[in-house]
């Protein structure tokens, strides 16, 4: 039986509650745009580059623009959505994030972060977390966005940790699939409905432990 070497973290939505800044930013821009966007058509947003996410809300408000003006609303979506981060503090840490971070350094298994976000950094020196990872993987590194398995094969490469031993922990569908793509195991923090490909479920990482991690991903199997 292989044994779990490396944790590996999405950021939005695992770590912190960044998802809902991200709707904000969003919804504005589609406000302002004339239509509206619910947090249903969110959901499809999760995990996916922020480029991604603006071909997808054009395509809920029907609308197609040039490249140029594309850019140039995806940056001020980010405007305005960095103002919000440049607010967190650690209070804004995802229950039990820190303790599970904490339990894992204690047991020798390496962390690292896997995340399509370019903010990544801000976000984890705002909170104060930066330390607690080993290897930082995130939008600025990778070409191909989840459910492509680079930004985990990367972080396990960094981690010098084969894929096998890996398990990653995630809120999005795209994220469960890069996982399964990268030859992973995978944890999903939030809906079982939406996650079902996920080895196991979990509502928040205050429910994580070392047994759920060791053993009940072997139960189910991968
Ligand atoms: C992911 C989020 O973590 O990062 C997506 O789930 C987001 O919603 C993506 O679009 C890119 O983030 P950023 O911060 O680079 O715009
Ligand atoms: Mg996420």
Known sequence: MTKIKACLFDLDGVIVDTAKY????WRRLAKELGFDFTEEHNE????????????ILLEVGGLTLDENVKVKLAEKKNNW??????????DEILPGTKEF????????IKIALGSASKNS???LTNVGLVNHFDAIVDGNNITHAKPDPQVFLLGAKELGVAPEECVVFEDARAGIEAAINAGMYSVGIGDPKILNKANIVVSSLK????????????????
């Not at 499809?44 to 603006?54: A, E, F, H, Q, T």
């Not at 959505?81 to 650690?90: H, L, R």
């Not at 429910?207 to 991968?222: D, F, R, V």
């Open 22 to 25: 991200h709707y904000l930013a």
């Open 207 to 222: 429910e994580m432990t070392l047994e759920k991690l060791n053993s009940q991903i072997y139960c189910k199997g991968a």
């Open 121 to 123: 950094m801000s976000i």
């Open 44 to 55: 499809r947003l999760k995990g996916i580059s922020r480029m991604d996410s603006l071909e």
């Open 101 to 108: 971070l904490e339990l894992l350094r204690g047991n020798k």
């Open 81 to 90: 959505y960095c103002e919000y981060i440049a607010k967190m503090t650690p």
